[in-house]
């Protein structure tokens, strides 16, 4: 039997909750454990989830300006392009976040252990390091911050060389002149949108009629015709009854209705399921849910108090800024500090082209509470600063209560909405008004003029209803 060593908290996994949780615990004077299986730091968000797919973004929207920004217009991507000269700087950002990670760690003084973590115990964890040797750790608190990894469903033959998966899709050498897309979630919309952009001809094939279920319909439906505007093309309403790989050159989609895709690759992006078939859970006595998850309440605390699960394996929203907080939150919570209330309006954005922000209330979320609101709509192509950037596709929405006086929410599709969306957080953490927007005064030309002119398109609406009472 290895020698049992304690710590105050021990996390599982190094990805964006994880290293939170680590931090807080550190930075609150706690020894603090952590184990990642794998030789670097940041999990599958650093190597094979956002960093990458963000880089290849990048590239997709320079290639399209420079394409918008030229006289002609016909400028097909040759299918020869290697994907690596289009992530050609994937390598030093990938690193240069990886060491700032591990500095970070180093520096508050959290030990890391490279290794395959199992419980013994509600306790007891054991971890196996690469060298085959064994070490026993036991904590006050235990944070599992595992990550996931894409579903594979069983009736796929997903062989990461012609139908891939998205930890794979990056793997390829080549550009595909075509690309059939099986799903409608963010990161099957982020892909699909993001090889459009570089020219390849993208089939999106999805069981709903609409993607993103859970996102304002009118900016989803502004983001499909974006993507269609390529030549590419959203299937929706579609069951799939098979897929195969011809033995040749293409990968071939049969629908149940009979229809037939064929294309170079396909990326199958039907969800994720959570690292935690390894971890040996019944031995504290923790069941994973009917969806493969780790059921926590509002503090990430599981059934056994001293346990804490965080980010992607407790299920949606499965963000990297959701599961960063996730992991700050349940340290805090374990040591019995406060905890804040930011975790009650958090942004949610989709880093597809263009891109797709939401925070508060949509549209249909105010109707079902209020029963009336009051919509506020502001194109980009009608601000200075779309027009000066050839801002096409972009529209802020900004929902308000049924008097038009308190803001409930905005939605934002279109580029910079990530970043706009961070206004309407601040204004609804604050309370802030309607009027308030208007009353202020926004740099010109930019983007964030939208707050106000949306915000003028609430206080018209408003006014005309005045009108109509006293007449």
């Not at 064929?262 to 199958?268: A, E, R």
């Not at 969806?291 to 001293?306: F, R, S, W, Y």
């Not at 597809?352 to 502001?378: C, F, H």
């Not at 969306?421 to 202020?440: C, K, Y």
């Amino acid at each position: 039997m290895s020698t049992v060593v304690h710590y105050d908290i021990v996390v599982i996994g190094s990805g964006p909750a994880g290293q939170k949780a680590a931090i807080q615990g550190a930075k609150a004077g706690k020894h603090v454990a952590m184990i990642e299986r794998e030789p670097g730091v940041g999990g599958g968000c650093v190597y094979s989830g956002t960093i990458p797919s963000k880089t290849l973004r990048e590239s997709a929207l320079q290639a399209d300006r420079m394409k918008r920004s030229l006289t002609t217009q016909d400028m097909p991507v040759t299918s020869n392009i290697m994907v690596s000269t289009l992530m050609r700087r994937l390598d030093e950002v990938v690193t240069s976040h990886g060491d700032y990670m591990m500095n970070q760690l180093t520096r508050n003084g959290v030990t890391l252990f490279h290794g395959r973590a199992q419980f013994l115990s509600d306790r007891l964890i054991e971890m196996l390091t690469v060298d085959g040797m064994k070490q026993t750790l036991t904590a006050d608190t235990i944070v599992i911050a595992t990550g996931s990894r894409p579903r594979a469903p069983v009736d796929i033959p997903i062989d990461h060389e012609h139908i891939l998966d998205s930890d794979s899709i990056l793997s390829m050498i080549y550009l595909p002149r075509s690309l059939t897309v099986l799903g409608g979630g963010i990161i099957a919309l982020e892909y699909a949108s993001i090889f459009a952009a570089l020219g390849v001809q993208v089939t999106i094939i999805d069981r709903a009629e609409r993607p993103l279920q859970f996102f304002d319909a009118e900016l989803v439906r502004m983001f499909v015709q974006s993507f269609e505007q390529t030549g590419s093309r959203y299937c929706g309403g579609q069951a799939m009854r098979e897929v195969r790989w011809d033995g040749i050159s293409q990968v071939v989609t049969t629908l149940q209705d009979g229809q037939v895709f064929t294309s170079d690759k396909m990326l199958v992006a039907v969800g994720r399921q959570a690292n935690i078939e390894d971890l040996n859970l019944s031995a504290t006595g923790l069941i994973a849910t009917e969806k493969g998850t780790l059921a926590v309440n509002e503090h990430c605390q599981t059934a056994i108090p001293h346990i804490y699960g965080v980010g992607d394996l407790i299920g949606p929203p499965g963000l990297a800024s959701a599961a960063m907080e996730q992991g700050r939150r349940a340290v805090c919570h374990a040591l019995g500090l406060p905890e804040g209330h930011s975790a009650d309006i958090i942004p949610v954005g989709v880093y597809t082209i263009p891109e797709m922000a939401s925070i508060g209330l949509d549209e249909t979320a105010g109707r079902k509470r209020y029963r009336e609101v009051m919509i506020g709509r502001a194109k980009f192509n009608e601000i200075a600063r779309g027009q000066i950037s050839d801002i096409r596709n972009g529209l802020l929405k900004m929902v308000a209560d049924p008097t038009g006086e308190r803001l409930l929410g905005v939605q934002i599709v279109g580029e910079g909405a990530t970043e706009l969306i961070h206004l309407g957080q601040m204004a609804l953490q604050h309370r802030a008004t309607i009027d308030s927007f208007v009353e202020n005064i926004f740099n010109f030309p930019t983007l964030a003029e939208t707050y106000r002119v949306a915000a003028l398109d609430i206080v018209g609406q408003r006014q005309k209803r005045l009108a109509s009472a006293a007449a």
